[in-house]
């Protein structure tokens, strides 16, 4: 499996988080008109970056696809690494 499918599936996962908790919020009504532009904007950006990439990757521009897909693990992976440590030593907030 070459790093750009390994990317690809990491990008796919936080669009997953993201698409979960749209949903989540949409069902106890705590998206309403005043932030469903906002969520509006991210779920269009996590769609283009995987349309986007996919489309880079399959016209042969493999090293932009891999940067395009960088934007968004690189943030994702760090976010995941640091909840991971906070679950892992329970620290003491006060």
């Known amino acids: 499996m ?12 936080i669009a997953l988080v993201f698409f979960y908790f749209f949903f989540v919020g949409i069902a106890d009504g705590s998206i309403a008109s005043f932030n469903g532009a906002m ?10 970056v995987l349309g986007g990439s996919y489309w880079l990757y399959t016209h042969q521009h493999i090293t932009g696809a891999k940067i395009l897909l960088a934007i968004l693990v690189v943030p994702g992976l760090l976010g995941g690494l640091f909840f991971l440590i906070l679950i892992l030593t329970n620290p003491r907030w006060n």
């Open 2 to 13: 070459n790093l750009f499918w390994i990317l690809w599936a990491i990008d796919a996962l």
């Open 39 to 48: 969520w509006f904007f991210i779920l269009a950006a996590l769609g283009a």
